[in-house]
């Protein structure tokens, strides 16, 4: 039976890169549909619709790659594997798909198998429970932390930027707005809340799984040396150095440094995530995150 890589958070911490480092760099077969949100939307952590929606979406990009293409030496397993996740996830509720079932045909000559969610999270514990029943207690699990402030910016840039109602990012408006959702309390804050919420979330997989990996967002780039024989060690296989320096090189998902916020909401929000700075420079042993 095969055994699972499951990257659990958080998001705008590197998720993105993580896959990309386990996909290209080491054996695990990771779900080339980078976030399956089956636990989440299992668990109502996200809507049902949400992820039909998506996954329709990407099944739709998909078909048109295959209706427009004149050479279809791209139809792979890998690409069989993408086409049929989003058929099987834009057409039949979680409730009635099974978690293995998601990584056909890619199965045989796989015995790790890969994906990231970062809403995973966030789960309630009865989710990390059926998790681990489905997945197994050996399944090995990593969570990445960023600077709780720098992730809840880099969270809001995304809305505005590729949200349903994307505007594009205005630097004059970006503060005041951020500003009004802070100060207004509102439902996507208390998200941003719980995805910040670092030692809660390393507690709840601890207790039900038996390897997790605690990574610091920053140390993906600055020390690849570093992060390569803690993946080699956790993961238990061989990680290619040379192939992860390549692509630290570039940033992945990256939104630049296309805004920055005023003193006082900076100081609002170090106000308000004051406990969880403190545990990742705790638990990094760190200064300054």
């Known amino acids: 039976m095969s055994k699972f890589v499951i990257g659990i958070g958080s998001q705008r911490?590197?998720?993105?890169?993580?896959?990309?480092?386990?996909?290209?760099?080491?054996s695990v077969y990771m779900n080339p549909v980078k976030e399956l949100h089956y636990f989440d939307t299992l668990y109502g952590v996200r809507h049902q619709n949400v992820l039909t929606e998506f996954s329709r979406a990407q099944f739709d990009r998909d078909l048109k790659?295959?209706?427009?293409?004149?050479d279809f030496g791209f139809i792979d397993q890998k690409f069989k594997n993408h086409l049929r996740t989003n058929h099987i996830l834009s057409t039949r509720p979680v409730t009635q798909v099974d978690y293995l079932d998601l990584f056909r045909p890619c199965l045989m000559g796989n015995p790790l198998l890969g994906e990231i969610t970062p809403e995973y999270m966030i789960l309630p514990e009865e989710g990390v429970k059926h998790m681990r029943?489905?997945?197994?207690a050996d399944a090995k699990i990593i969570l990445l932390a960023r600077?709780?402030?720098?992730?809840?910016i880099s969270s809001y840039k995304?809305?505005?930027?590729?949200?349903?109602?994307?505007?594009?990012?205005?630097k004059d408006e970006f503060n005041d707005e951020l500003m009004t959702i802070v100060e207004g309390e509102s439902n996507w804050l208390y998200c941003q809340d719980e995805l910040n919420g670092y030692e809660a979330a390393l507690n709840k997989y601890e207790k039900h799984f038996n390897d997790v990996l605690f990574l610091y967002y920053k140390?993906?780039?600055?020390?690849?040396?570093k992060i390569h024989v803690v993946l080699q060690d956790f993961l238990e296989i061989d990680v290619d150095i040379n192939r992860y320096k390549k692509l630290i090189k570039r940033k992945v998902n990256s939104l630049e440094d296309t805004v920055r916020i005023d003193n006082h909401l900076k100081d609002k929000l170090e106000k308000?995530?004051?406990?969880?700075?403190e545990f990742i420079k705790k638990y990094f042993k760190i200064s300054e995150i």
């Open 219 to 225: 140390d993906l780039f600055t020390h690849p040396d």
């Open 158 to 170: 995304l809305t505005k930027v590729y949200g349903d109602r994307a505007t594009g990012i205005k």
């Open 272 to 277: 308000r995530y004051s406990n969880e700075i």
């Open 147 to 152: 600077n709780p402030v720098s992730r809840l």
């Open 65 to 70: 790659k295959i209706v427009d293409s004149d």
């Open 13 to 26: 911490a590197g998720s993105t890169l993580l896959h990309r480092i386990l996909d290209e760099c080491t």
């Open 133 to 136: 029943k489905v997945v197994g």
